[in-house]
């Protein structure tokens, strides 16, 4: 039998998921986008990975979105 590693798992559940994700770490940098978000915000993965979010979409949308990470 085939050992599956858990990252294969996860990224082919994220890839396949009907849904924009995007994953940043800590530090607020994109780590991955799925192809969903690609096409909904047409954007291309290799253009915005290792970037932070307020650098990778507009500011406006950055903010909103970094002031929901605030909220409990």
Not at 11 to 31: A, S
Not at 59 to 69: H, M, P, R, S, T
Request: hydrophobic fraction near 35%; glycine fraction near 2%; proline fraction near 4%.
């Amino acid at each position: 039998m085939e050992s599956t590693n858990s990252i294969d798992i996860y990224k082919l559940f994220l890839e396949n998921i009907p849904y924009p994700v995007w994953i940043q770490g800590i530090d607020r940098k994109i780590i991955f986008i799925n192809d969903h978000y690609e096409n909904l915000y047409n954007v291309n993965a290799s253009d915005i990975i290792r970037k932070k979010t307020i650098d990778a979409v507009s500011k406006g949308k950055a903010n909103i979105y970094n002031e929901q990470l605030k909220k409990p």
